[in-house]
């Protein structure tokens, strides 16, 4: 009689999550690229393109255009919130958390959190009212301190719209990768920050030599997890610009929705998401692989310290 196991028990309770994963992710992900093979208007018969699709794709100077707006979005959402956060959880607790106490540090980090609650309509729409060209707010306060001449239709203008957007984004992801920091620094040993304080460390010292290293599982899994949701974002540019002016603010998974549904190009926006889907997924592989080698390296260095410390 064959003995069960403790993992023979796992499986009646990973069955349900398996079965959403595949009828959510995997059903619709390979329909949609059986779509992207072909021609087809939404209506009516789809006729087989092949690898049409995908050729004209590769010179299509729109979708590259977007895709490189899409590099600045990752700067937005991954690496400008991930220093940024790194600082600020430092601040907030080495010395907000110490001088004023750990109640006032929650408040900050919940007020730094806030954006990520609210949904990206309702500050999409905020930011709107604010970066107004005639009665919005940055332009009243900008002739009210006597700087009216650098007063611009910041959504508007083709020059100004894609940066405009990334300070808007920076505002919504910031919350994340800083809640996240906080965290980590949870686990450091304090004794590692007095002992470099007694001799002499300053802040900047400190944070340098041993928040950041501590701190590397959650710099990779923040900047995963950012860079993903940059390649991804679509609902602050179609609240804020819907890609415009001209496509200045056009990134790849809006592009594929023009496509897909202005265009009626159906078959062609299915291979635009499809490309797009591909690179998100090698990007998380590779992440995911950086990660798992980091923390192996670190585990053979804590292994070999302990070792040497025990013949000694």
């Given at each position: 009689?064959?003995?069960?196991g403790?993992r023979d028990?796992y499986a009646?309770?990973?069955l349900?999550g398996?079965l ?5 992710i ?6 949609n690229?059986?779509?992207s093979f072909?021609?087809?208007q939404?209506?009516?018969?789809p006729?087989?393109?092949g690898?049409?699709n995908?050729r004209?794709?590769l ?16 700067v937005?959402?991954?690496a400008?919130?991930t220093a ?14 110490r001088?004023?106490?750990t109640?006032i540090?929650a408040v ?7 954006p ?13 009212w604010?970066?107004a060209?005639?009665d ?8 009210a301190?006597g700087l ?7 959504l508007?203008?083709?020059d100004f719209?894609?940066y ?7 505002w919504?992801?910031?919350g994340?990768?800083l809640?996240?920091f ?7 040993d ?9 001799d002499g460390?300053g ?8 928040t ?6 959650e ?11 940059a ?11 819907k ?8 990134v790849?998974s809006?592009f594929s929705?023009?496509?897909f549904?202005?265009?009626?190009q159906?078959?062609?926006?299915a ?5 797009l ?6 990007l998380?592989?590779?992440g995911?692989?950086?990660q ?8 053979t ?5 302990t070792?040497?410390g025990?013949?000694?």
């Amino acid at each position: 009689m064959r003995v069960r196991g403790p993992r023979d028990s796992y499986a009646p309770y990973l069955l349900p999550g398996v079965l959403a994963f595949l009828a959510v992710i995997v059903v619709p992900f390979l329909m949609n690229t059986g779509v992207s093979f072909t021609d087809w208007q939404g209506v009516g018969s789809p006729s087989w393109a092949g690898l049409g699709n995908y050729r004209e794709l590769l010179g299509d100077t729109d979708f590259w255009a977007s895709f490189r707006h899409s590099l600045f979005m990752v700067v937005a959402m991954a690496a400008v919130p991930t220093a940024l956060g790194l600082v600020l959880a430092a601040a907030l607790f080495d010395h907000v958390a110490r001088h004023f106490g750990t109640r006032i540090s929650a408040v900050l980090r919940a007020c730094f959190y806030l954006p990520q609650v609210l949904p990206i309509a309702v500050a999409g729409i905020v930011w709107s009212w604010i970066l107004a060209p005639e009665d919005g707010s940055l332009n009243a306060f900008l002739r009210a301190i006597g700087l009216g001449g650098w007063q611009r239709d910041w959504l508007g203008d083709p020059d100004f719209a894609l940066y405009s957007v990334m300070g808007v984004l920076v505002w919504v992801q910031i919350g994340f990768p800083l809640v996240v920091f906080m965290a980590g620094l949870q686990r450091v040993d304090p004794e590692l920050h007095e002992a470099a304080e007694l001799d002499g460390a300053g802040w900047w010292r400190r944070f340098r030599h041993i928040t950041l290293p501590q701190l590397r599982p959650e710099i990779h899994v923040v900047l995963t997890w950012c860079t993903i949701a940059a390649l991804k974002v679509f609902g602050a540019v179609y609240v804020l610009t819907k890609g415009g002016p001209g496509g200045a603010t056009d990134v790849p998974s809006y592009f594929s929705f023009t496509t897909f549904f202005e265009k009626t190009q159906v078959g062609y926006g299915a291979a635009i998401s499809t490309v797009l889907t591909v690179i998100i997924l090698a990007l998380s592989l590779v992440g995911l692989r950086l990660q798992a080698r980091a923390q192996d390296a670190e585990d053979t260095t804590t292994a070999e310290d302990t070792t040497t410390g025990g013949r000694a």
